[in-house]
């Protein structure tokens, strides 16, 4: 997909570190998220598949996370939503979580959350995939540098109320959610953020 | 499901134009829109399969259209859902709309709701269909009997989170959520709700 026109056709053979390198990595990442999970799948592995050195994942992008983003074509990199969200007042976390989610997606035009969902809802490989950023990769890596306890329930929570206001405000496009600004959903849905991060959840 | 107990038992021949007919064209057109989807199904094919007149279909439902929205209803016939959820405390108004979700949801083994979402996803039909569903017939009705104030984005946000809820337990099954018994569900999810519905959102 991201190969670039010149990419040499060989699919065998360790391949030269152009932009046809890349291609390959994203291609063989996928493959591999897709058949072992997150977990499973290895940087080494990775690059055998595609017929490269392992020092180009690094190269091309930074770490196995990374190219797990850059794979499932996030528009965003997880670490840097990290970076903007915890820092500042620990009791609008959740306020900052729903504002940088809107940020996020609302820049795509929300297509690509769309597209997201339409691979996990026709593919078990994509829910694996969705499964393993929600619980691994984003929430419970944030969740857990603030939760009290129960880390996966709540980094759970968090991904279903995220999912919904996706869901709603992009694929469904409920009304008023779908043109509401972006401070009237901070204010209404960040509470829920909160509670479930690290609130009362019974 | 909602053939009545004294439906003939013949899969074949065309059926008299009774309650009977109404009953076997829902569960065929389930089976349909399941199988091959919103556009895939035609009238035609879901009248073979219940064995009647295809003409009987717009004598029960009217359309296509009308036809998937009663039988995506079935699981959640609204009058139902309101008779079971409006009367009791007030204050746990949120609770019995997560406890009726997931009871009516579990009950189809979730496999219904992922096909919506599919639905949903892939034919702006469908996302019509459910916004329908979420601001008119379910959501939106209940909503008004005990808002305070901007109902419309009230029932947006509690349709956000049962869409979430929905897609999180059934169609990507997330752990723990997916496997989590619903009264544990109930307690995290149920305070959410209840602020939607009738708190402060900001």
Chains 1, 2 share one sequence.
Request: glycine fraction near 10%; charged fraction near 20%; proline fraction near 6%.
């Amino acid at each position: 997909m991201s190969t670039s026109p010149s990419a040499a056709p060989r699919r065998r053979g360790r391949r030269p570190g152009g932009a046809d390198t890349r291609g390959a990595l994203l291609e063989a990442a996928r493959a591999a998220f897709v058949e072992l999970g997150y977990d499973g799948a290895t940087v080494r592995g990775i690059a055998e598949r595609a017929g490269v050195d392992p020092a180009m994942v690094n190269h091309w992008f930074g770490s196995k996370e990374k190219l797990f983003v850059a794979a499932i074509q996030l528009p965003v990199d997880p670490s840097a939503v990290l970076e903007q969200v915890v820092p500042g007042d620990p009791e609008k976390l959740g306020e900052r979580i729903i504002g940088a989610f809107l940020s996020v997606w609302d820049a795509t035009g929300g297509g690509q959350l769309a597209a997201l969902v339409q691979s996990i809802t026709s593919h078990q490989e994509a829910a694996q995939m969705l499964r393993d950023l929600v619980s691994r990769v984003l929430v419970k890596r944030l969740i857990e540098a603030v939760a009290p306890d129960r880390t996966e329930l709540r980094a759970n929570l968090v991904g279903s109320q995220l999912i919904g206001l996706g869901m709603a405000r992009y694929v469904v496009k409920l009304e008023p959610i779908a043109s509401a600004a972006p401070a009237e959903l901070v204010q209404a849905i960040g509470p829920t953020i909160q509670r479930y991060a690290t609130g009362d959840i019974g």
